[in-house]
Structures are given as C-alpha cells and as structure tokens.
C-alpha cells in the first residue's frame, strides 16, 4: 500500500513558476513509477509527466515539454514537478499517481494509487 500526499498548488501569474510535490508513505516506494496527472474542471483527466524508478528515464506530454520537469528523491520518497513558465491553460488539479511498471505510463490506467490533488491556478 501507498499513500500519496501532494503539495505545492498556489494561485500564480502567467510566466511563473511553482514546484509541486508528493510525498509517498512506505517503504517500497523507490520500486514504483510516478507519474503526474492533471484535470481542469469539465475536461477529463491528462497525463503531464512520468519518471521511471530509478529516475533515469522520463516523458512529458508535449504540451509541457521544456517547461516543466519531472524529478524524484527515493532516499526523501518523495516526486516533484517543477512548473516554468506558466500559462493560464495549465489551470487545473494536479495529481501524483504510483505504478508498478513505468511500460506505458502515460495511461492513467496503469497507475495503482493516487494522491488526492493540489490545485493549480495560472491567471493572465
């Protein structure tokens, strides 16, 4: 069992920067791959970003590529997800997930826990 507890949402102006984190009860938690999801309010839930392990590999959906960055601490159990450059569009409940296998971790399907969401909001 994993439990997931994120933080680091906040109100921030385009152009800004927030960096979220998720911290993971539990011993096994350098085994799982985490992933980052996001839901703005009437769409459904994306993929934003996923990290293998051992963080030696990473992905991100295009719509965040080269302005956010996954990252993870096993010795902290902790994933983090640095938000550069913000725009309003990125307005939504992000939540970190925990999967067995980082093979096709840009489904939310293939993700066995999940945090209960922080809220980011990007004004213009």
């Known amino acids: 069992q994993v439990q997931l507890v994120e933080s680091g949402g906040g109100l921030v102006q385009a152009g800004g920067s927030l960096r979220l984190s998720c911290a993971a009860s539990?011993?096994?938690?350098?085994?799982?791959?985490m992933g980052w999801f996001r839901q703005a309010p009437g769409k459904e839930r994306e993929f934003v970003a996923a990290i293998s392990w051992s963080g030696g590999s990473s992905h991100y959906a295009d719509s965040v590529k080269g302005r956010f960055t996954i990252s993870r601490d096993n010795a902290k159990n902790t994933v983090y997800l640095q938000m550069n450059s913000l725009k309003p569009e990125d307005t939504a409940v992000y939540y970190c997930?925990?999967?067995?296998?980082?093979?096709?971790?840009?489904?939310?399907?293939?993700?066995?826990?999940w945090g209960q969401g922080t809220q980011v909001t990007v004004s213009s």
């Open positions: 539990g011993r096994t938690f350098s085994s799982y791959a």
């Open positions: 997930a925990a999967g067995s296998t980082y093979y096709r971790s840009s489904y939310a399907g293939r993700y066995d826990y």
